[in-house]
């Protein structure tokens, strides 16, 4: 199934906006995920609590008349420690059912019931702040003062009043019993849990009596509609810091990438004219583009003015054996009766000669073709290549020196090396002195191959290597065994040029080394 852009293909400002954006959201996304912001109002709930339960702890100590100074001297070191830490967390703690209603009880311990009695103005003081349900209960569990009207009626049961009875703080998540309203600028009903905490007051190893609290924690809700204003500005903000990297990032990437998409367009309409330049703000990725692009034009265009330069030399070429051909067939056809043997001879083997010609052409236009198609691939050790390519031409006296070892195909050395000695044969003749010295030296493999013949003028060693020039037309020669030879190292990545000699002809072939492996 092939997918496809429902409303067309997106520009590349579109997806950068959308990508910012949603990179913006991930924090926010993740916050409420894993709920941490209502964790930590859950927490600061649980700490006021403490705070509260502290205070009511050292009211009752003061009002009983308790020995110690402190809730410290009154708790155990790691009641102390569960005393001050804040541990609630909605990721981890679960939340509890919610707390059954207050059992009928015996009555309470009448000293306690007195010190309750004391402090419940303090606690009613407390509440009509804190909005908090304060309750002080004896030592079994009944309420002996509180905010509410449960005063005689028991808790105990409640795994947190438990817990303080047992001389251990202990806070807890609660279902909230019911949800009502938002009370304006006051603590959420909306909630639908609230934070139970029991504290002991101790004395001495014995628990004296438990301050039990409860509160619903204020939601995120509300949190963010007290912040509504700040945070709409804040969002606004990221909104618009988002579109402006959007905007710079699509400047400084789409107005490169558009430069180059229209020198590419240019390219493919074929255009010659020189690629516009990238503003200096352009990313390394495209620049890289772009100056891939100008070789890529540079390629094609050099390869264009090969092939009608290519195509100019064939039509030459083949033009004068053409000409030829046809006038000697057209004086045959009309008086082909009345020439002497001799002379109709003389026709057919110029009609043969052109033929021949032709021949040599197309042959040698293959061989170009297939050494322009040539893959680079293969290593060749040089020197037995060169003493076979000796052993190919016995009538020129050649003197092999040297080894290497070339990263190109054997066969495409001995076509360059058959080509260059049959050069010579045709230029300097038969018995003529020929040395190949062969060497390695920084990563490159390097052949000289010099005569001891006539040389090449200056004037032809400019065009030596052009396809179909030679200067030895009469000898058969096509002009093609130069071309085909530069065209076969250029493929493997090497090169040929004439150099300067003080007598003859020599060439200098060069090739990327190989390193030592199994022969191709």
Sequence with gaps: MRLTWPLGRPRLRTLLLFSNLVILALPLSGLWALRLYE??????????????????AGAWRATRGLRGDSLAEGLTPRAL?????????????????????????????PVAAEAGARLLPVLRDTQAVTLAALRLLDAAGTVVASTGNDTGLSLAGLE????????????????????????????????????????PVMDGERVEAVVLLSRTPATVRQTILNKLPEIAAMGLLLLL????????????????????????????????????????????????????????????????????????????????????MRGAAELLAEHGEAMSPAERARFAETIEQGVARLDRLVRGLLDLARADMA??????????????AAARFPALRIAVTGDALAAIGPQAVATVLDSLLGNTLAHAGPGSAVTIGIASTGGTAVVLLADDGPGISPANAVRAFDPFFTTARGQGGTGLGLAIARSLLEGAGGGIALVAAARGAAFRVTLPAARPGPPS
């Design 39 to 56: 964790s930590a109002l859950v927490r600061q709930t649980e700490s006021e609590l403490r705070a509260q339960a502290a205070v009511l």
């Design 375 to 388: 893959a680079a691939g293969g290593q060749a050790a040089l020197r037995p290549l060169a003493e076979a």
């Design 160 to 199: 947190e009043v438990e817990a303080a009875r047992a001389g251990q703080p202990m806070a807890v998540l609660r279902r909230r019993e019911k949800i009502a309203t938002d009370v304006p600028d006051g603590i959420s009903r909306t909630a639908g849990l609230r934070v139970h905490l029991a504290m």
């Design 241 to 324: 810091l988002g579109a402006a990297l959007a905007v710079l990032a699509s400047w400084l990437i789409t107005r490169p990438l558009e430069a180059v998409v229209r020198a590419a367009r240019q390219v493919a309409a074929g255009g010659r004219a020189p690629l516009p330049a990238l503003p200096a703000t352009a990313l390394r990725e495209a620049a890289e583009l772009s100056d891939a692009i100008a070789r890529m034009t540079q390629t094609l265009e050099g390869r264009a003015s090969y092939v009608r330069g290519l195509a100019a030399h064939v039509s030459h070429e083949f033009k004068t054996p053409l000409a030829a």
């Design 81 to 109: 420690e569960t005393a001050r830490r804040r541990g609630l967390d909605l990721a981890h703690d679960p939340v509890l059912p919610l707390a059954p209603d207050p059992r009928p009880a015996p009555p309470p311990d």
